[in-house]
């Protein structure tokens, strides 16, 4: 890796953990069926596209869960509860490793994400560590609620590599998701499918030769 400058991180499993089991099993809870199909890892309903794109509001969101449920009466703090159940937290060490990964490269944040999940990870940063944010860890973090993009899109990719002058062939991406990977190599970038629990972050990165 002695030729890379730089390095996007996407956030939810590899660096912050998130369970999509237990965001299944809300579902279900609340009369959602085939849950496992609608909110998946790999696949899902267009409705959280639409959510991580910026292009529905909280508000149409929640009523969009109402009507997969079929109840109309569901209050949006219990739809809230659900589908926040997806959010764990940083792992480990996580934000000192992000600083010494700062130390050798230029790095950025780009994180498909929600107004709903965004406003409880921010809340959940400031209450657990005292951040008001990623400025400490990363040159820039991009969200796609914030640029009507989301991963795999090759255009995200294009944006962030744009907006910071930065060389395709020079630049890392890490994620978890094989199918945000092959966006990725879509725009020529290096990349890196993050295989194991966010809370081995470091070790990875050891045996990837970024650290």
């Known amino acids: 890796m002695a030729h890379i400058k730089n390095i996007i991180f996407d956030y939810g499993n590899v660096i912050f953990a998130i369970d999509f089991l237990r965001t299944q099993n809300a579902f279900s809870q609340l009369g959602i069926p085939n849950a496992e199909q609608f909110f998946a ?6 409705l959280f596209n639409d959510f991580e794109t910026g292009a529905i509001s909280p508000v149409l969101f929640r009523d969009g ?9 569901l209050s949006d703090q219990q739809i809230d509860d659900a589908w926040n159940s997806l959010l764990i937290g940083v792992s480990g060490n996580n934000h000192q490793v992000l600083l010494e990964v700062k130390q050798k490269y230029r790095t950025f944040l ?6 709903i999940h965004y406003d409880w990870i921010m809340s959940y940063l400031q209450k657990d560590f005292g951040l008001n944010g990623y400025e400490e860890y990363f040159e820039k ?7 009507n993009m989301r991963k795999p899109d090759p255009a995200i990719f ?5 907006d ?10 890490i994620d978890d998701s094989p199918q945000h990977i092959e966006g990725a190599k879509k725009v020529g970038l290096n990349t ?8 081995n972050l470091n070790e990875f990165l050891k045996e990837n030769q970024i650290l």
């Open 41 to 46: 890892h790999k696949t899902h309903h267009q």
């Open 65 to 73: 869960i109402r009507k997969a449920a079929n109840r109309p009466a």
């Open 110 to 115: 780009l994180s498909n994400n929600n107004k």
């Open 141 to 147: 973090a991009y969200f796609s609620q914030d640029t």
């Open 158 to 162: 294009e944006m962030v590599l744009k």
């Open 164 to 173: 910071n002058n930065l060389v395709a062939t020079e630049t890392l991406f």
């Open 192 to 199: 890196l499918l993050m295989n194991v629990h966010p809370e």
